[in-house]
T-cell receptor, first 112, second 113 residues
Framework: KAGVTQTPRYLIKTRGQQVTLSCSPI?????VSWYQQTPGQGLQFLFE???????NKGNFPGRFSGRQFSNSRSEMNVSTLELGDSALYLC???????????FGPGTRLLVL | DQQVKQNSPSLSVQEGRISILNCDYT??????FLWYKKYPAEGPTFLIS?????DKNEDGRFTVFLNKSAKHLSLHIVPSQPGDSAVYFC????????????FGTGTRLTIIP
């Protein structure tokens, strides 16, 4: 069974631009969560989607948004990029909200 | 407010010996705990979990211990192997209310051959 895939793997943007990251969950998984990883900060929860509905949201500004499609694929968008948004963005999928999450390889975003 | 803490950023252990990684939490509502392992350029990989109704869970070389009164959990790896060198994250979740996973900052484990 294929794992969680994320595209693109690497991205370079400049301040003020916006970016869209994509996540395809494991087949059959309906829950998708997004995390931001920065050095020394661990994984910070961004949001969780289940059946196209946002169930949980972390403490990030409104510039960070996401959505989930009917096939469970998810996208996250960051508008008006700031230097501090440079990070590894990880997507995780699970059968449901209380199930074990399986992570993709991440998208490394560099904002210049 | 770091609700899940891994106070040791790094740990070095001789191959064949026991590796003990520690994690503390502050939120008494957490009732499910997980350990993930992460290699560079890869996403975290689920290792082992434990529910608050247990105090120990074992899977091969990996054992997780939970001390609810101390709000402390630990991951034991016996015997340690070079392939265990990675960053280990503990995570916690409450099954009541907000069910999101809260992660620690990670401990980098290096196994010395």
């Amino acid at each position: 069974k294929a794992g969680v895939t994320q595209t693109p793997r690497y991205l370079i943007k400049t301040r003020g631009q916006q970016v869209t990251l994509s996540c395809s969950p494991i087949s059959g998984h309906r829950s998708v969560s997004w995390y931001q990883q920065t050095p020394g900060q661990g994984l910070q929860f961004l949001f969780e989607y289940f059946s196209e509905t946002q169930r949980n949201k972390g403490n990030f500004p409104g510039r960070f948004s996401g959505r989930q499609f009917s096939n469970s694929r998810s996208e996250m968008n960051v508008s008006t990029l700031e230097l501090g948004d440079s990070a590894l963005y990880l997507c995780a999928s699970s059968f449901g909200p209380k199930e074990t999450q399986y992570f993709g390889p991440g998208t490394r975003l560099l904002v210049l | 407010d770091q609700q899940v803490k891994q106070n040791s950023p790094s740990l070095s252990v001789q191959e064949g010996r026991i590796s003990i990684l520690n994690c503390d939490y502050t939120n008494s509502m957490f009732d499910y705990f997980l350990w993930y392992k992460k290699y560079p350029a890869e996403g975290p990989t689920f290792l082992i979990s434990i529910s608050s109704i247990k105090d120990k869970n074992e899977d091969g070389r990996f054992t997780v211990f939970l001390n609810k009164s101390a709000k402390h959990l630990s991951l034991h790896i016996v015997p340690s192997q070079p392939g265990d060198s990675a960053v280990y994250f503990c995570a916690a979740r409450s099954n009541f209310g907000n069910e999101k996973l809260t992660f620690g900052t990670g401990t980098r484990l290096t196994i010395i051959p």
